[in-house]
């Protein structure tokens, strides 16, 4: 069977870089993929597998055109989704673009947990994120900050990290107060450059469009018409979960990411994220999404490590 693409930048997005998505398809659908020209052919001895490998192969041609990049990891994240539901809905996970970066590149979920994330930022005042690391919660959760920034839905974006490691005492830390938090803000600076650029960053902050703060800073106040982010919220503790969920104001949406495998609270502390969820289970305008494993958009590598500590813990419990 047989798959026509003339465009060859579309070729390179389905293929991936030297052919490996299509090499990695062939392993996993027992065919034969030949690249010739604009043409693909899939050939093999068992008819189901061709038919299915070509179908696949169809559904990425049509979310390619939207000029989605498929990396290798998109490939064996929806190989994965086929083998456990016997089908998968490329167009509908890859249609939903988020944004755009300065540099011009488009920046869609990459799971349906993901999708699933988005949307709930979408609908919800506040959500969590619940996930380990590489299942971009904290990037998702700018990226949707950013939009609302531009479309005028809120006046100001507020990053907000515990700062366990200083124990939250950060007067004796060299710099003015950005320039205490910084270190621990690092992962969400990243996302907002890539986003923004680095320098129109630098004019929002100086503006105070995007206010970045550690925890304790944010008891008193009240956080109108701002888009507020928890990052590595499984380091609050329960008052201080409580007191950042009680500064939402009107016109607000709070996003809260964390990590429960990651707790560096001292012993015998409780994580305020791990509490919360049985607290605000039920109430409406209130969403928790659990991201897994299988969610990890990084380097494979980081899945595989994921999982091996996963298994390890489970065998300490044991």
Same mark, same amino acid.
């Given at each position: 069977m047989q798959? +026509?693409?003339?465009?060859?930048? !579309?070729?390179?997005?389905?293929?991936?870089?030297?052919? +490996?998505?299509?090499?990695?398809?062939?392993?996993?659908?027992?065919? $034969?993929?030949?690249?010739?020209?604009? &043409?693909?052919?899939?050939?093999?001895?068992?008819?189901?597998?061709? $038919?299915?490998? /070509? #179908?696949?192969?169809?559904?990425? $041609?049509?979310?390619?055109?939207?000029? /989605?990049?498929?990396?290798?990891?998109?490939? $064996?994240?929806? &190989? +994965?989704?086929?083998?456990?539901?016997? /089908?998968?809905?490329? #167009?509908?996970?890859?249609?939903?673009?988020?944004?755009?970066?300065?540099?011009?590149?488009?920046?869609?979920?990459?799971?349906?947990?993901? !999708?699933?994330?988005?949307? #709930?930022m979408e609908k919800n005042t506040v959500i969590f994120g619940i996930g380990p690391a590489g299942t971009g919660k904290t990037y998702l959760a700018v990226c949707q900050a950013v939009n609302q920034l531009k479309t005028g839905s809120v006046n100001r974006v507020i990053l907000v990290r515990p700062a366990v490691e200083a124990g939250e005492s950060l007067g004796f830390l060299p710099g003015d107060l950005r320039e205490k938090v910084e270190p621990y803000l690092r992962p969400l600076y990243d996302a907002f450059f890539e986003l923004l650029s680095p320098e129109k960053f630098a004019r929002y902050a100086d503006k105070g469009i995007i206010e970045i703060a550690p925890l304790a800073y944010m008891r008193g106040r009240t956080l109108n018409d701002s888009f507020v982010i928890l990052d590595e919220a499984q380091n609050t503790t329960p008052e201080q979960m409580k007191m950042f969920l009680t500064r939402i104001g009107f016109g607000s949406k709070a996003v809260i990411t964390g990590? !429960?495998?990651?707790?560096?609270?001292?012993?015998?502390?409780?994580?305020?994220?791990? &509490?919360?969820?049985?607290?605000?289970?039920?109430?409406?305008?209130?969403?928790?999404?659990?991201?897994?494993?299988?969610?990890?958009?990084? /380097? +494979?590598?980081?899945?595989?490590?994921?999982?091996?500590y996963d298994q390890y813990e489970a065998s300490q419990k044991r």
């Open positions: 798959l +026509e693409c003339s465009d060859p930048a !579309l070729l390179m997005r389905i293929c991936g870089q030297d052919d +490996e998505n299509l090499e990695f398809l062939e392993s996993k659908r027992k065919v $034969r993929i030949f690249r010739r020209g604009e &043409l693909i052919t899939v050939a093999g001895d068992e008819e189901k597998n061709v $038919r299915q490998a /070509h #179908a696949f192969l169809s559904q990425i $041609r049509d979310a390619a055109q939207n000029g /989605h990049q498929f990396r290798l990891q998109d490939f $064996r994240y929806m &190989l +994965e989704t086929l083998h456990k539901n016997g /089908h998968v809905d490329v #167009a509908s996970l890859y249609s939903e673009l988020l944004c755009i970066t300065y540099r011009g590149k488009p920046i869609r979920p990459r799971t349906a947990r993901q !999708l699933e994330y988005v949307k #709930a990590d !429960l495998t990651q707790v560096d609270l001292p012993n015998g502390k409780q994580s305020g994220l791990r &509490l919360v969820q049985g607290i605000l289970k039920d109430i409406e305008g209130i969403s928790f999404i659990h991201l897994q494993n299988e969610d990890v958009v990084r /380097h +494979e590598i980081v899945q595989k490590i994921v999982a091996a």
